[in-house]
């Protein structure tokens, strides 16, 4: 293990400040360097150490509280809840909303032993005791959805904190309240085996601490008006669930404080999850909040909240665990609309008005203790305050280090503002791992069959009873589904390759039609998102980013017999074609049942590639003498543009009769004619060279030089002769077309740091490997969007395959490989990868020589832009700043960086 501890001391040097504080920025950017292609540094403080290797042990800060987290488990594989993200995150507009999300450690895989070691030893130095792990379940499965109680168990230093489960969803066939309770008995089984005979488990007073996200959890998630006719089955829920157990349970009703109910059932202690205005109460009061929730009102209205029910508590004989919950935000992860209209974000988050939801929370609990001391949970004499998320990314509620709207600049900020309320000391010198823990992303691909094991695992199920069951000898998978079927797909494809979907299913459930539509979602990560609020004359709020439509109905797709298979093919229309493009990161199938449960049997789901015109039919086999057969390649026509100069090759091959390629062509001649004039006369042993290397037929290819200036097409012919030109063996036919223009691309690209309207000087060369003489350089102007796309149009570019090679000014150069130009006018996207800046003299790398160049014009901390600096103003803003810098530096990742060729 390798621990590099960086520091630097302020100079009135300012240059060399400024180089100190750049150069601390890149070090920090190592460890983030392979995530989000957009996230490229991270403030953190500057005590921070890097650390090589396993994480060292935690030290863990003793408090008078008794302090806990709700940890969201993550699937081992990556899943709608980091596709979302990762897919926000390469946006120009989140991103320069500040709204970025992204932890530390990466869109970690939650079997990850050692990510979950590093997470135990962030929270435990800062004071946290313990993690209460959300836990789902259906009836089908022997353990939980999810594997992060377990990862914790297995962990290194799992010992340094207690931990807890809160039974978040129990899903059975028909969700009756006497399902749930069977399921709930092997459950209790379950606990009884793996947690509660764990030392480290929560107890108060005694008893296993189970948190119940709402009361629903016990009748199956069917909501309704809680009231008498629900004490009976609350009750016998918990009896039978302790009978199974063994034990005693300390219950907590984690989202729902109804205290009068929970007395009513016997649950002691209850506790609002989500203290947060934009969930529970008087909204109205807090603004428009199609426009947002002021943070500061957010804050101090939580803070109300927390003094409401703790008030309620002491009346009604009851615990509170009081919670302070750093934000709450659904975007990007969900669609708004308007049933999440009045809790979709806040607005004007700062770190110093979390400090004050903390502080106001450990306050309350101060105050509480002194006149009501039963109101307040206490293990061990000191109180329980259940802080909020730990890992809620997609709801923007964490405490993990990273980056949020909350702290988008100190990846430790929230967690130091625990350490400084709670113990009075400053925060501990944090340390941070030196290498990424992104689970890895599941290769493109574009057919998927759920016959196949890896086909179907490739997929994330929820609101589901049991995961897609490959069956190879039957080539079909097969799940159930309660209520709405959802599958996931991490996607990964370039949506201009394709045309739309297709399923083909079929449904098995006890009346028809089991499955009334089904609804495809994707997010395309190189598309916008809008997040302005909804405009006039609409409601909720719009994300285009991801996009919904119906793949199948009723009309065409439902399955009317358990028999029969279904094919459902969706084509992207015009007006839909808008949002159809980009990077999809994932894609999420929606099946509507109309009734409970329904089994699905999925053999095949595919991406529809896009439909091209059928090639033309080959052309007459070419003229023969004797024996032998010409065929030129790779084609037998040409199209140039009308006085342009280019230099045109052929290639062609000589066969035998039995169809063999002529190797002995000793006493070959070869004449290439236009309009019966010998344009290139030769032996076979002249095309059969390139530069001063022999090469081996089929050969020879002519090359020769056109500038035309009529219009119209033209007759050429290749002869093979012998005997000194006396004996024709063979002849082919070509032709030569001249138009006003051969064809013309447009590139879009992106360069690093381009988020707005700009202008960009820059080189393309489209390289012909196949055949050079049609490879050509172009200077151009790059001409940015409002989003930071950039566009130009090369003119009277030959069709064929080509590199294209991108090199703007001040950028490394990048290379897209594999590109197809056709005869007309063409559309290149190339934003598979952005080209990297920081190459100011202009030799194709990036060296310190380079940050020399761009720190002589960094003479005040903003400096305007002139035609003598302007290459150094990497993002286009007209000034060159720390931000300019911190882009150049993130790419220093080595001594050398050397552009692509």
């Known amino acids: 293990m390798v621990i590099t501890r960086f520091k630097f001391k302020l100079s009135q040097d300012l240059p060399l400040v400024l180089l100190g504080l750049a150069v601390t920025a890149m070090v920090v950017g190592l460890w983030l360097s392979n995530r989000s292609q957009d996230i490229r540094q991270q403030a953190a403080t500057t005590d921070t150490r890097v ?32 596709y979302a993200l990762v897919a926000a995150n390469r946006t120009d507009e989140y991103r320069t909303q500040n709204r970025a999300r992204l932890p530390i450690l990466g869109f970690y895989s939650g079997a990850d032993v050692e990510a979950m070691d590093w997470q135990i030893k962030w929270a435990a130095e800062s004071g946290i005791n313990f993690f209460v792990f959300d836990d789902f379940w259906t009836s089908a499965q022997s353990k939980p959805a999810y594997s992060a109680v377990s990862t914790f168990l297995r962990a290194r230093y799992n010992n340094t904190m207690q931990f807890a489960a809160s039974l978040d969803q129990i899903n059975t066939p028909n969700n009756t309240v006497a399902e749930v309770r069977d399921t709930a008995k092997k459950i209790a089984a379950y606990y009884r085996d793996n947690y509660f005979n764990q030392s480290n488990y929560l107890r108060v007073n005694g008893k296993p601490a189970v948190y119940l996200l709402n009361p629903f959890v016990m009748y199956g998630g069917q909501r309704g008006v809680l009231g008498p006719e629900n004490h009976d089955d609350a009750r016998q829920f ?31 202690a209850v506790m609002s999850r989500y203290v947060s205005p934009g969930i529970t ?10 426009q947002g929730i002021p943070y500061q009102a957010y804050v101090t209205e939580a803070t109300a909240i927390n003094r409401d029910l703790f008030a309620q508590a002491g009346q009604e004989g009851m615990a509170y665990a ?32 979390l400090r004050r939801l903390v502080s106001d929370t450990k306050q309350l ?17 000191k109180p329980v305050i259940n802080l909020g998320a730990w890992n809620e990314w997609a709801e923007d509620a964490q405490f993990e280090p990273g980056v949020s709207a909350v702290n988008p600049h100190d990846a430790f900020a929230p967690l130091n503002i625990i350490s400084e309320v709670f113990s009075g000391v400053s925060p501990p010198s944090r340390q941070v791992p030196a290498r990424d823990f992104t689970a890895p992303t599941p290769a493109g691909k574009s057919v998927w069959r759920f016959g196949d094991a890896n086909d179907a695992g490739a997929w994330w199920n929820s609101v589901v009873l049991s995961s897609i069951v490959a069956d190879a000898s039957a080539d079909y998978g097969q799940m159930t589904a309660v209520g709405d079927g959802s599958l996931t797909l991490g996607l990964h494809a370039d949506l201009a390759q394709y045309d739309g979907l297709k399923l083909v299913f079929r449904a098995q459930c006890s009346q028809h039609p089991c499955t009334d539509r089904i609804i495809a979602n994707w997010q395309a990560s190189t598309y916008p998102l809008q997040l302005s609020p909804a405009t006039t004359g609409t409601s909720g709020e719009h994300l285009s980013g991801i996009t919904r439509t119906v793949l199948a109905d009723n009309n065409d797709c439902s399955a009317p017999d358990d028999q029969d298979w279904v094919t459902c093919t969706f084509r992207i229309n015009p007006a839909q074609r808008a949002n159809w493009r980009g990077r999809a990161e994932y894609i999420n199938l929606k099946f509507n049942t109309t009734q409970h449960p329904v089994t699905y049997q999925l053999r095949e789901f595919a991406l529809v590639p896009v439909q091209t015109t059928p090639p033309p039919p080959p052309p007459p086999p070419p003229p023969q003498s004797g024996t032998y057969r010409l065929d030129l390649l790779p084609k037998d026509t040409i199209t140039i543009a009308r006085g342009v100069g280019i230099r045109q090759s052929f290639r062609a091959r000589l066969r035998d009769d039995a169809g063999q390629i002529v190797t002995d062509q000793s006493n ?20 059969c060279v390139q530069g001063n290397q022999a090469v081996q037929p089929p050969c ?17 012919r290749l002869r093979v002769t012998a005997d000194g030109g006396s004996r024709q063996l063979a002849e082919a036919p070509f032709t030569v077309t001249v138009a006003d223009n051969a064809g013309s691309a447009v590139i879009r690209t992106r360069l690093q740091g381009i988020t707005s309207p700009a202008t960009i000087n820059a080189t393309i060369t489209l390289r012909n490997s196949t055949d050079p003489a049609q490879s050509s350089t172009h200077s151009v102007q790059l001409i940015a969007d409002s989003q930071g796309l950039l566009e130009t149009k090369l003119p009277n570019i030959q069709p064929g395959n080509y590199d294209v090679l991108l090199k703007a000014d001040g950028y490394l150069q990048t290379v897209f490989s594999g590109a197809t130009l056709n005869a007309g006018n063409n559309t290149l996207v190339l934003t598979s990868k952005t080209a990297r800046a920081g190459d100011f003299d202009g030799n194709n790398q990036l060296d310190i020589a380079d940050v020399k160049l761009m720190l002589a014009k960094y003479t005040s901390l903003r400096v305007p832009t002139t035609v003598n600096n302007q290459l150094f103003d990497v993002n286009a803003d007209d000034v060159i700043d720390i931000r300019d810098i911190a882009l150049v530096l993130s790419n220093l990742t080595a001594a050398v960086i050397a552009g692509e060729s």
């Open 365 to 381: 609990v101060d105050d509480t203790r002194a006149t009501q001391s039963n109101a307040v949970i206490s293990i061990n004499g």
């Open 668 to 687: 070959l001649e070869y004449q290439w004619q236009i309009d019966d004039t010998n344009v290139v006369t030769g032996s076979a042993s002249t095309f």
């Open 281 to 290: 109460h008087k909204v109205a009061q807090l603004g428009n909040a199609q």
């Open 700 to 716: 020879p290819a002519a090359m020769f030089s056109l500038t035309p200036t009529g219009l119209g097409s033209t007759g050429g």
């Open 238 to 268: 918990m009896r039978s669930f302790e009978a199974a157990a063994g034990t005693e349970v300390y219950w907590i009703l984690a989202h729902s404080p109804n205290m009068k109910w929970a007395k009513q059932v016997g649950i002691p």
């Open 322 to 353: 009081p919670s302070s919950t750093t934000n709450f935000d659904e975007r990007p992860r969900y669609l708004i609309n308007d049933s999440h209209l009045r809790r979709s974000f806040s607005t004007g988050l700062e770190l110093s008005q």
């Open 51 to 82: 650390v090589t290797g396993y994480p060292p042990p935690p030290q863990p800060l003793e408090t008078p509280y008794h302090l806990g987290v709700f940890y969201m488990p993550k699937p081992p594989t990556p899943t709608n809840q980091w």
